[in-house]
């Protein structure tokens, strides 16, 4: 199972945003310095079917679902141990958007039960859950996407439904060492591959930054689609390795730049594989 902070970190969550279990007997948070999400009137009425731990869940509430503040409900009791601080927790994780039902993401996650890896609304949600919980939780788009939400194609005056299964706690793999900027390559080196039809073109800049020009009329893919646009011959990357990535990320939609390493003049990203 993959860790997956991207999307935490992306959010003031990780749309994959928040986490799981009902406070309504007073818990005690696992987290120091963070209290439960409490539970509510919007938590309580959700309804998902689905197989627990498994992609391809779906809401059965009536929508629109609206929510004015992060609440939660376990529709699911897990009979496991309740996480604690630092606590490696593998979870399948589903986002619905609450004005329309649909699935905005469903991926499995390994989250990181910190501060530094997750923001506070989602600590919430994770500090009084247990092991085998599905809990679910209702929060305002703005609070969980802030002004990111329009980069999902959501309205910032929506709500979101997360559905979280709690399946297991890893174990801890210590972090591999790190590289000097020196050590670094400037730019991808390697034979450059050709692209099947129907994908952006990409076209690279003397420093190795990409221009991504969006295909007209044509629909973004349904699933993942992952192709190789400079084939490198250093090493294959294993799990456990640590990895350096410049990176930029455009809109389907617009065409439009919403992060980018080389904007920021920020040097590659590292972070291990696992």
């Not at 986490?19 to 948070?29: D, F, Q």
């Not at 969980?144 to 299964?165: H, K, M, P, R, W």
């Not at 730019?187 to 099947?196: D, F, I, M, R, S």
């Not at 990409?202 to 420093?207: C, K, Q, T, Y």
Request: with cysteine.
């Amino acid at each position: 199972m993959k860790r997956n902070r991207a999307l935490l970190a992306l959010l003031p969550v990780a749309m994959v945003a928040g986490l799981l279990t009902s406070c309504s007997a007073s818990p005690t948070s696992a987290i120091e310095g963070i209290d439960c999400a409490p539970e509510g009137d919007v938590s309580k009425s959700i309804e998902v079917e689905g197989k627990f731990g498994e992609a391809g869940m779906k809401l059965k509430t009536k929508t629109p679902i609206k929510a004015t503040k992060l609440e939660t409900s376990t529709l699911i009791k897990g009979d496991g141990d309740q996480v604690k601080e630092n606590d490696a927790l593998a979870a399948m994780l589903t986002i619905f958007d609450g004005e329309t039902g649909e699935a905005v993401s469903s991926e499995a996650s390994v989250l990181e039960l910190n501060a530094e890896k997750l923001l506070p609304w989602a600590l919430e949600i994770v500090a009084c859950s247990s092991i085998g919980d599905r809990v679910a939780a209702a929060a305002p788009v703005s609070e969980v996407l802030g002004d990111q939400a329009a980069n999902y194609g959501l309205e910032a005056t929506g709500s979101l439904v997360i559905v979280f299964d709690m399946i297991s706690v890893e174990e801890q793999v210590a972090e591999p060492g790190s590289l000097e900027p020196a050590d670094l390559l400037e730019k991808a080196e390697g034979k450059a591959q050709t692209l099947p039809a129907g994908l952006p073109t990409v076209v690279l800049a003397e420093d190795g930054s990409p221009t991504i020009t969006m295909p007209e009329g044509v629909a973004a893919p349904g699933t993942l689609t992952v192709e190789t646009l400079i084939k490198g011959d250093g090493e294959e990357v294993k799990e456990g390795d640590r990895v350096y990535v410049h990176y930029r990320g455009v809109i389907w939609r617009t065409g439009e730049e919403f992060d980018s390493s080389w904007s920021r003049g920020s040097r590659p990203r590292s972070r291990p594989l696992a």
